[in-house]
């Protein structure tokens, strides 16, 4: 587990400090319709004004950008909305809420290029309901690289924001590359800048507007991102202004991109998603949403429990148990539904369960999904399908191998104590909305999604999963004490 993985739980810790000074202190302006929000460019090159809103509902709203110093070329001016989408324009009219000279979203952002006196904007609420919000101005001077300069794919000439796609197992994200300063005559065919991005979870299904807003805020200049997000690479087969990340639902997610050129950077505007809609459609924050799925999690668990505490047919339900778990887990690879999954489980698990060493390979099926789930992204070969399958196929028998030596009545133990531990653990990961899941998701993904070989994994690993893999530890060292007493004197049925 890498450093960035370790840091973001502390992150989110200092930023409910430092970033509660910023978003609760200042007052809460109201707007309406009519109203007029002013933002000050009194601040530092590269650094942002931040001023949180209330937007009443229909409300059109001027944004006046006053006391913007000499020294600035450009401003990127932001939006970001809890849950809802709002329109930035440059005109007053609002022609479109789609245009060349309008963005709608969430977490939108324009280019600006400042007045002598005043430069104004325009945010239009179309929503029937009061939007809690905040408005940011980053300023900076000739000599930054313009993010979004060199766009050939957006609506805008230059597009400072990034884009958010949602698939069923990935989300993509999306920017357009940035030019040199303008003052250096840009040329997009040959563009010297170099782009980097990164990533930051929020706590595990924490969708209050106060996590939302400090996510957004702790990634919205250079040296924050630097400090908050952990940096993600690209795949080469993939374009290097777009990033394909695993879809962890119900986790807030914060995407920032950050443009360099010599020895100066500038941001884009972040972007944020839940991989789902808690404010719109709390459901579909739900991993699993159907009544069959939720009865196979229960019964899961108690599966589990009773390979946990079995005592003289120890043997018979370790088989079991092992064959049960993995044949569902295929099955529902094959037919793409955990009920026909569950039965291709309980027909292999009553053909297989009864044959010497056979569960070995449930070992290996284990481990080898523990492997892909904890190894670096950063491992380019394994993006390529056959490498990865094969890689797979014989990490998968190299275990197998090493546990069946151990004999037919250990390798069952070990693979109780492993399957009926998790099994107990697993109801409890859906339940608290943690991550340990996607140790077996990740890999039907993978077998199931042609997408999914370019997908980042990293793991939102947080205090939630931690209390669980010290339980599942705990409830395999008991199932281990529990089997000591019974090798010695164990006859299998």
Known sequence: MSDGHLRQPLILLLLAGSCYAVVKNPINQALYDGSVLHMSGAVSNSDAFIQQMTIAPNAKVTINITDVSSSTSFIIA??????????????????????????????????????????????????????????????????????????????????????????????????????????EHPNCD???????????????????????????????????????????????????????????????????????????????????????????????????????????????????????????LVYAIDQ????????????HMITGSIGYGSLIGFGAAAVFCRIPYSSSVNVGWFFACLIFFLSPETISILHSNWVFLLSFIVTVILISIVVALTGPIICALITGIIYSSFMIVLPLD?????????????????????????????????GKDIFLICLWVILALIRLTNCSRLITSYVPL
């Not at 899941?437 to 793991?459: E, G, H, M, S, V």
């Open 78 to 183: 932001q939006v970001h909305v809890y849950q809802y989408n709002v329109t930035l324009s440059y005109d007053e009219d609002f022609p479109h809420i789609i245009s060349n000279r309008t963005v709608y979203g969430s977490n939108i952002g324009l280019y600006v290029k400042p007045n002598s006196t005043v430069t104004q904007l325009y945010l239009k609420n179309r929503n029937n309901r009061e939007l809690q919000g905040i408005a940011v101005a980053i300023f900076y001077d000739h000599k930054a690289p313009v993010p979004g300069g060199c766009n050939m794919e957006f609506d805008h000439a230059i597009a400072p924001y990034t884009k958010v796609q949602l698939q069923d197992t990935i989300v993509t994200v999306d920017s357009q590359p940035a030019s040199v300063p303008f003052s």
């Open 320 to 331: 079991f148990v092992g064959f049960l778990f993995v044949g569902t887990m295929i099955g």
């Open 430 to 462: 859906y339940w608290f909305g943690s991550s340990l899941k996607y140790i077996l998701i990740n890999p039907t993904r993978r077998a199931t999604d042609a997408q999914f070989c370019d997908a980042i994994i990293l793991q939102p690993t947080q």
């Open 190 to 312: 040959k563009n010297p800048v170099e782009h980097e991005m990164y990533q930051m979870y929020l706590s595990e299904r924490d969708f209050s507007p106060e996590s939302y807003f400090q996510g957004i805020i702790s990634m919205l200049t250079v040296s924050d991102i630097m400090d908050n997000g952990y940096q993600v690479s690209y795949r080469k087969l993939t374009s290097p202004m777009r990033r394909i990340y695993s879809r962890y639902t119900g986790i807030g997610s914060v995407y920032a991109t950050v443009a360099t050129y010599g020895n100066k950077s500038a941001a884009y505007v972040p972007t944020f998603s839940y991989a789902c809609s808690p404010a719109q459609d709390p459901d579909s924050c739900e991993v699993l949403t159907d009544s069959f799925p939720k009865f196979v999690c229960a019964l899961c668990f108690f599966v589990g429990l009773i390979g946990l505490l079995s005592g003289h």
